[in-house]
């Protein structure tokens, strides 16, 4: 090529930082979500002078910065309050049984999970509650999209052992903050929960357009390196994302338009780029996700696309899985919550099996693209939405 010169070479990048564009990216400043932050702090204070922590319920539509402000605080109380609190994430979508989001919490506080088999919820509780006693500590746990809680009234059990915990543990304190996105959360609970739950709500309001902007604009700042894409052009990128409702969009757009740059040996990010993730706009890679899947869970997800039957019950593909690779049923469980989590599947509940909590699985792709895509083999994925 007689323009090679005019190529990025193999190790140059518009990208000063990739991982700023990824959903679990945790911005240095947060200025626009500081009310709802201080808001949540207070209900901290408490737990700092041996008291019990304010329960909150974090209201807003999804792409508010709930998540994003619950894990900042919960950084800046791991680095000022670590003697005093102890504050534990839990995303509902992954972790949605009891067993499972105590785990959660018994893997913060002494470094590692229970085992999955062999050992009952209530040593596992136990040990929780007698480590509080014993360390003096609060708990405090942030439950994620709760609504993954719902079905069975799974949720009002995990309300009630972690907030009736004193009952049993004297002096132990603890904690909720409840995420919600858009199911009116008052009706859920069991009476005698709802009264102890008690909860303060914080609200996050959708951002408005200069928001929205501020915040690519910083992204943008951060992930590139200087004049790679400008303003008119975020502009634009915020006014798809705006129109959408939903600022991953924008962030996700932000991203492809930096790729295809880089696929243009392009050093600035053109309107052509812009328009062009725009027209695959809420696209994701097939091939990105599968690998970045475990070992367990590409065999799970290879299992069902030989399968691909539209009515198969967790339960039923749990029995036919199980016959070729013996796993436990709780193991089994979180795969298919984390292939759902990924968009991979769909599960639907059928309203029957035990507190109507039995699911539909079926496949939200064709099998044999999983197939050809699953980390080993050579075809290129298109992008799909």
């Given amino acids: 090529m007689d323009n090679l010169n005019d190529f990025l070479m193999y190790d140059e990048t518009i990208f000063q930082d990739m991982t700023v564009f990824n959903s679990d990216y945790l911005p240095e400043n947060f200025k626009l979500r500081q009310p709802q932050m201080a808001e949540m702090a207070l209900s901290l204070r408490p737990a700092l002078k041996k008291g019990k922590p304010i329960n909150n319920l974090i209201l807003g539509p999804p792409a508010t910065g709930k998540t994003t402000a619950i894990k900042k605080l919960f950084e800046m109380a791991k680095a000022d309050c670590e003697d005093e609190i102890i504050c534990v994430y839990v995303n509902c979508q992954l972790h949605s049984t009891k067993f499972d989001i105590f785990s959660q919490i018994?893997?913060?506080?002494?470094?590692?999970?229970?085992?999955?088999?062999?050992?009952?919820?209530?040593?596992?509780?136990?040990?929780?509650?007698?480590?509080?006693?014993?360390?003096?500590?609060?708990?405090?746990?942030?439950?994620?999209?709760?609504?993954?809680?719902?079905?069975?009234?799974?949720?009002?059990?995990?309300?009630?052992?972690?907030?009736?915990?004193?009952?049993?543990?004297?002096g132990v304190r603890t904690g909720i903050f409840a995420?919600?996105?858009?199911?009116?959360?008052?009706?859920?609970?069991?009476?005698?929960?709802?009264?102890?739950?008690?909860?303060?709500?914080?609200?996050?309001?959708?951002?408005?357009?200069?928001?929205?902007?501020?915040?690519?604009?910083?992204?943008?700042?951060?992930?590139?390196?200087?004049?790679v894409i400008s303003d008119s052009l975020i502009e634009k990128i915020t006014d798809y994302t705006f129109e959408n409702g939903d600022l991953r969009l924008g962030i996700d757009l932000l991203r492809t338009s930096g790729n295809n740059a880089e696929v243009d040996a392009s050093r600035v990010i053109t309107e052509e780029h812009v328009d062009k993730a725009i027209a695959s706009a809420g696209g994701i890679s097939l091939r990105y996700i599968l690998d970045n899947l475990s070992e367990k869970e590409q065999d799970l997800l290879k299992f069902i696309t030989r399968i691909n039957e539209k009515n198969i019950t967790s339960g039923e593909l749990y029995k036919a899985y199980n016959r070729e690779n013996k796993i436990s049923y709780a193991t089994y469980n979180r795969l298919i919550n984390k292939l759902e989590f990924l968009r991979l599947i769909d599960t639907t509940y059928t309203g029957t099996g035990q507190k109507g909590n039995s699911r539909y699985v079926s496949l939200r792709f064709d099998g044999k693209e999983i197939r050809d895509n699953l980390p080993g083999k050579k075809s290129r994925v298109r992008i799909i939405n």
């Fill in 106 to 170: 018994h893997k913060k506080i002494f470094g590692h999970a229970p085992p999955e088999t062999g050992v009952p919820f209530a040593r596992v509780y136990n040990n929780i509650m007698n480590e509080l006693y014993d360390s003096e500590k609060a708990l405090i746990i942030a439950l994620d999209d709760i609504n993954h809680l719902f079905q069975g009234n799974m949720i009002s059990e995990i309300f009630y052992d972690i907030l009736r915990a004193h009952e049993s543990f004297e």
């Fill in 179 to 227: 995420v919600l996105s858009d199911i009116d959360f008052r009706y859920v609970l069991d009476q005698n929960v709802g009264s102890i739950f008690n909860a303060n709500e914080v609200n996050f309001n959708p951002y408005n357009y200069e928001e929205t902007f501020k915040i690519l604009q910083e992204r943008a700042r951060l992930g590139f390196f200087p004049n």
